[in-house]
């Protein structure tokens, strides 16, 4: 069955020196099935107060909606209420700006109860901002891109009513933070690290998740992967055994993007949470982007709104596998491809060296008489050497810094013997 694609034209401008990064608009615009006929861009030291860029731009744009049938024109930026009012009079489309297709998009993938209430929620609060005075003229929206979710709802009929459905959507999210904080609770009682995946859109964050779960998985299913903006919403954990038997939860995230509408922001809250529990986060970044250090600081001034700075954080450089540079492993970076699996091994050692600090070497002696504890070291340490005794046996086993306390706590003899590097 063939796409049903809307023809739109995407309208940037350029501030001064600053690119609009047109291209990123037109892949959102791919996303919910739109197609770009024509990309216009203007070159502006402010953007324009009435018509976003200049009134003959406006005119020109007009001229090309009726020429070429177009059904919609998307904005690479929030128009104002005053905006979407004017080009409304001059141009006879669709009018759609940057935040409300991301809410588009975002309610085009939402699956679970929860994303769709989030989504929601988000929609509603920016719908609600348009309809403030005289706001935008909800009856011209018509169907199809940034139409979908509540704006079938009828929202222009009475504000009361969309407020009393926020409110309602904001106690649907408590019960579910809720759920996940027992949830968290529990992890934390067991003591098991918690990895949180972040990064701009479509840089391979579920790729990643996948591969460490296809090497280290206890009977988990594969997250959703897609190459296309904002594959999933969903918060999905996966239990990870790292050799040596240490234990993780490896825990996928929303991707990020320029210019994330707040509302989604606000309304993702209760799912970024997450992140301020972690105890390693990995930041994924697409190594392959024309614009890799802005999709970098993206990522990072939003952590920075989520006040998890004293949380470690390691920069993985992903799709390594379609360049054809070589790239070198540093303290708090490493160049992976989750695709293929190169440099996972130098990622699981850094999350681990992070965690439990560096690999050492320490004497363990158990008598005969604790076959508990002789099974429990059998069991979970890589053993170099092992002496039979007459009363006991001596092990050499490998273990990490920060794990030799739960050996000390267990009242096992432990003579610390050699680090390795």
Sequence with gaps: MEKNYEKCITVGVNLGNKSNDIE???????????????????????IDPKYYVGKGKIKEISNLVEMEDIDSVVFNDELTNTQIRNIEEVVNCKIIDRTNLILDIFALRAQTRESKIQVELAQLEYRYSKLKGKGIDMSRLGAGIGTRGPGEKKLETDRRHIMSRIEELKKNLDKVKKVRKEKRKRR???????????????????TLINAFTKLYGVNEKEVFEKDMLFATLTTE??????????????????????????FLVESFKSTLEEIAYSDIILNVIDINSENVKEQKKVTEDILKELKVEDIPIIN?????????????????????????????????????????????KVQVEVEYTEPEKLNFIEKTYKIHDKKIMEDRIKFTIQTREKLLSKLQDGEYNVKRIQDNS
């Design 24 to 46: 990123e608009l037109n892949n959102l615009v791919d996303a919910v099935a739109g197609e770009v006929l024509f990309t216009i861009e203007q070159n502006r030291q402010k």
């Design 188 to 206: 934390m009682k067991n003591h098991i690290p918690t990895i949180s995946v972040v990064g701009y859109t479509n840089a391979g964050k579920s």
């Design 237 to 262: 954990n996966r239990k990870l055994i790292f050799p040596h038997n240490l234990e993780f939860v490896i825990t996928d995230t929303v991707g990020f993007i320029n210019n994330l509408p707040t």
């Design 316 to 360: 993985v450089y992903n799709k390594t596998d379609k360049s054809n540079e070589e790239y070198k492993n540093k303290d708090k970076e490493v160049f992976i491809s989750a695709k293929t699996g190169k440099n996972m091994d130098d990622l699981r050692e850094k999350i681990t060296r992070t965690i439990y600090g560096k690999e050492i």
